[in-house]
């Protein structure tokens, strides 16, 4: 049944799921939530972590610890997929990625690099952005990245992101969905700056598949 509100509205689908599970299991079941967002990005970490907040003002459990169990969560999370992508291994990847269209090993050898260079931060600021909080953890763990340096980077900026959106939700009360508005906004910019590099790489790659062809049809 959907978990009724003080204006008489009513929380629907998932949101309404993820208020039952809070409210049942208290700020465990927010830590849990998150923690299977991170293993499915397609569920909104911007409209859990407001819910959280907003559970919270409802009394089931306390703000502290609202934030505390979504960072708990988002660490277990991104533990999963790091791993995974130990499990996996470098040669392993590599072969996967060299298998996949317009993608070579040379691809995944240049990404090993730059994840070398910059693996750090991109752990730290990976953990607020939407999408790439959870992929992130994937080349960490083939990477065999310090794990207590993943470990407090992951909860550093996973805390930070929590911190946002759950004192949102607490302090909006019943107009958590604000948050889910402004968030919305943001993903979307990510998004199309995404779609507009995967547009480009692709361009750039059959440009250079066709041009070696041509190359190596002339040397026949």
């Known amino acids: 049944m959907p978990t009724d509100i003080a204006d008489g509205s009513q929380l629907t689908g998932f949101a309404d799921w993820a208020v039952g599970v809070m409210e049942t299991l208290g700020a465990p079941g927010a830590g849990l939530v998150i923690a299977i967002e991170n293993l499915f990005p397609p569920l909104p970490s911007e409209v859990i972590l407001p819910l959280a907040g907003f559970t919270a003002s409802r009394g089931s459990f306390g703000l502290v610890d609202a934030i505390v169990f979504t960072t708990l969560g988002s660490i277990v999370g991104a533990w999963v997929l790091y ?90 009360g019943e107009n958590w969905h604000v948050v889910e508005q402004y968030a919305g906004v943001f993903q979307k910019i990510v998004i199309a700056v995404v779609v507009a590099l995967v547009a480009w790489f692709v361009v750039t790659r059959v440009r250079s598949i066709r041009a070696r062809k041509r190359e190596e049809s002339l040397v026949e």
């Open 83 to 172: 791993a995974l992508g130990a499990w996996l291994g470098r040669a392993r990847v590599r072969a996967i990625v060299d298998k996949l269209p317009l993608m070579s090993a040379e691809d995944f050898d240049k990404t090993e690099v730059w994840f070398g260079k910059h693996g750090t931060k991109a752990v730290f600021f990976g953990r607020m952005v939407p999408l790439f909080r959870s992929f992130i953890s994937l080349p960490a763990g083939v990477e065999r990245m310090n794990p207590l340096a993943f470990t407090a980077l992951t909860a550093a900026g996973s805390l930070i992101w929590n911190s946002i959106f759950v004192i949102a939700g607490f302090y909006l």
